[in-house]
């Protein structure tokens, strides 16, 4: 059996997810009898062009990059989102509630404002179709290993579609939600066996909603530890502020989402501003 | 059978000489109340806990159990061949303690669904080689627990052993003849005097003020009550509020559920079928091929597992399908409990008449 070729591409990441399969390369090496890697800036300086299965790190956040995710669809036979950015869109997608004009003043100073080309951050399968979504920030490598397993066999992945409290009370972990934590657990897709509230931490819904996500009442069990209502709408968006936006009217948001003009929080972070 | 007399201080000895030839899994303290898990020193055993998050079935049936592993071959004409290894886990022989009434009457339930009529011998491996201790409560846990209603603050006959907790003593109960072998082997007791008897019977009885009673209706009552109310707003009302989180039915001791699975190795010809536990909230719990989904409502899953509860289980295997022993109360956060639900439905149906 020939191997299939697979090739790794980043967009707008942390390359976490990237570094991730780095991580299981080194205890799963048996991937390697079942797939060839051919581009993988992470691991390897070689690139090859022939690969059958695209594995896209990162949202869009760049008209240009669009020429690239098009390429890239053209050659693979199977495009396959990594990780939260370029499955929902992810942290990047937070900037969308601003105007990009305002949000590039902001970040690179009213000087070099117009020097970097930017856009909404979108996830991949708003510009090109996307075969599977390996959900997560960053992904669960064993998520990862199962659905490369799945694409090899020829079957669709398929990601759990209830809630992650199901595997938080198979571990039976005390539930967060009752012990004055906010814990997103309610509406968010299982699949990383609840490896936040595990550790103590509530969820943030990295890896999206789960289909039947119940908003209304998920937002009555967080306003029950006391958070604003823009509190909640900030949970909600964190990772999945491009969802949210989707959802137009129908989001379950106090208030809308998009403020284009509104002044940017201030952060540590922002260039400095000319005067 | 024969009642004998444990001293407090002799607990430690008893559970330290059943190490030696026993895993001893008991409740112990967590961060956030307690759990069943293992034994490492007498004193982690905490015989006087409330309740726990996940009943004590998940030693009969694990969350994830290993059924066969399987190694496939293909031949030159592309055709996949099986060779099946059914996995027997060598169960190891444990002794559970701490078992309260109500999870005792969830495995009076389970061994009706898993031993008696069809047999699954993996739950039967895990079964017979497990020694219950069982708890009497004298106390309730908490106020969520109802199983005054359900009839269940007495002991089943599941227990190998049963221990009411006394002043200074244990006063235990021999209910098998292993039971009986595993307790005078490990540590000297006496026989109960007469005196002792009596004073038992006094404690058994004086407990019951102490329970209150929940429901609206017996449970008796209550099959014809959901019938009456299948139609009911009732089941919208609490399927707007259900998260479909499956909370309610994992911590369940009576649920007893499961998904089949496969998961291939990384050679991608071996692999193993294992069991899961799945619950009846979940969206997928009712779908079937073709896309057609027998519950596709919120609404209408936690109206089946209320009549699950409440009915359908009694009339399969004879006994009422909910101990009250409040877990899924306490687990739900959205507050959709057994008690609420059927008093609620009962008003539903027998609306007060108006007062003139
Ligand atoms: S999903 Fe998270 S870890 Fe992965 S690239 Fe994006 S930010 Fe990094
Ligand atoms: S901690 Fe979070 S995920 Fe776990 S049961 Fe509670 S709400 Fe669900
Ligand atoms: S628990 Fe929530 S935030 Fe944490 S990895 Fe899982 S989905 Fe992401
Ligand atoms: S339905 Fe609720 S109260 Fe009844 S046995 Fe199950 S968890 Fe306990
Ligand atoms: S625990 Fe409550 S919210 Fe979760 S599925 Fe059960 S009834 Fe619904």
Request: proline share 5%; net charge negative.
């Amino acid at each position: 059996m020939t191997k299939p070729k697979i090739a790794f591409f980043d967009f707008t990441s942390c390359e976490g997810c990237q570094l991730t399969v780095v991580d299981l390369l080194q205890t799963h090496l048996g991937l390697l009898d079942l797939v060839e890697i051919v581009q993988f800036r992470e691991a390897m300086t070689e690139k090859g062009e022939d690969y059958q299965i695209a594995f896209i790190e990162g949202s869009c956040t760049r008209e240009s990059d669009e020429e690239r995710l098009y390429k890239i669809r053209e050659q693979a036979d199977l495009v396959v989102a990594l990780g939260a950015c370029a499955h929902l869109g992810g942290v990047n997608a937070m900037k969308n509630r601003w105007s990009i004009e305002n949000v590039q003043t902001y970040v690179y100073g009213e000087n070099g404002k117009d020097n970097y080309e930017s856009y909404g951050a979108r996830p991949i399968s708003a510009v090109i179709k996307v075969d599977a979504a390996i959900p997560g920030c960053p992904i669960d490598r064993f998520e990862f290993l199962k659905i490369v397993q799945m694409v090899l066999q020829g079957r669709t992945p398929k990601l759990p579609d209830y809630p992650l409290c199901v595997e938080c009370k198979l571990k039976e972990n005390g539930c967060l939600n009752t012990m004055g934590k906010p814990c997103l657990g309610p509406i968010t897709r299982a699949g990383c066996n609840a490896i936040c509230p595990t550790y103590g931490d509530g969820c943030e819904a990295c890896r999206g909603f789960a289909p039947e996500a119940n908003f209304e009442y998920m937002r009555e069990i967080l306003r029950g530890h006391g958070l604003s209502e823009e509190d909640i709408d900030a949970r909600f968006s964190m990772f999945n502020h491009y969802q949210l936006m989707q959802m137009g009217e129908d989001a379950p948001l106090s208030k809308p989402i998009v403020e284009p003009d509104a002044p940017l929080p201030t952060s540590t972070f922002a260039a400095p501003q000319e005067n | 059978m024969s009642l004998y007399i444990l001293s407090k201080e002799q607990l430690g000895e008893f559970v330290e000489k059943l190490q030696a030839k026993f895993r001893v899994v008991g409740p112990v303290r967590t961060e956030y109340g307690y759990a069943f898990d293992d034994i490492t020193k007498p004193e982690q055993l905490e015989l006087n806990y409330s309740t726990t998050i996940l009943p004590p079935k998940k030693y009969f049936l694990p969350q994830r159990e290993v059924l066969f592993e399987f190694e496939s071959e293909t031949d030159d004409k592309g055709l996949r061949s099986y060779e099946v290894r059914p996995i027997f886990q060598e169960v190891e022989p444990t002794v559970i303690f701490g078992v309260h009434t109500c999870d005792m009457h969830g495995i009076t339930l389970y061994d009706r669904v898993f031993a008696e009529g069809y047999r699954d011998e993996h739950y039967v491996e895990r079964r017979e080689n497990t020694y219950i201790i069982g708890m009497e409560c004298l106390t309730p846990c908490d106020d969520a627990s109802f199983c005054k209603d359900m009839g269940t603050l007495s002991a089943p006959q599941v227990y190998d052993l049963h221990m009411t907790p006394m002043n200074d003593h244990y006063m235990v109960d021999t209910g098998t003849e292993r039971g009986e072998k595993l307790l005078l082997d490990h540590v000297y007791v006496e026989m109960a005097r007469k005196e002792d008897i009596q004073q038992l019977g006094q404690v058994l009885s004086s407990k019951w003020p102490r329970f209150k009673m929940r429901l609206k209706v017996t449970r008796d009552q209550t099959p014809s009550l959901l019938t009456l109310g299948y139609k009911a707003k009732l089941w919208e009302e609490l399927g707007e509020k259900c998260l479909a989180c499956g909370s309610c039915t994992n911590v369940c001791p009576t649920c007893f559920c499961f998904d089949v699975q496969d998961e291939m190795d990384i050679n991608m010809t071996d692999g193993e079928r294992s069991r899961v536990w799945d619950s009846c909230q979940l969206r997928e719990f009712a779908l079937v091929a073709g896309g057609h989904n027998f519950r596709d409502t919120k609404a209408s899953r936690v109206r089946h597992r209320v009549m699950r509860k409440g009915k359908y289980i009694k009339q399969v295997h004879g006994i009422t399908g909910c101990v009250g022993c409040g877990r899924c109360e306490r687990a739900c956060l959205v507050n959709i409990t057994i008690p609420g639900t059927i008093n609620n439905l009962h008003d539903e149906m027998h609306p007060e008449p108006e007062k003139a």
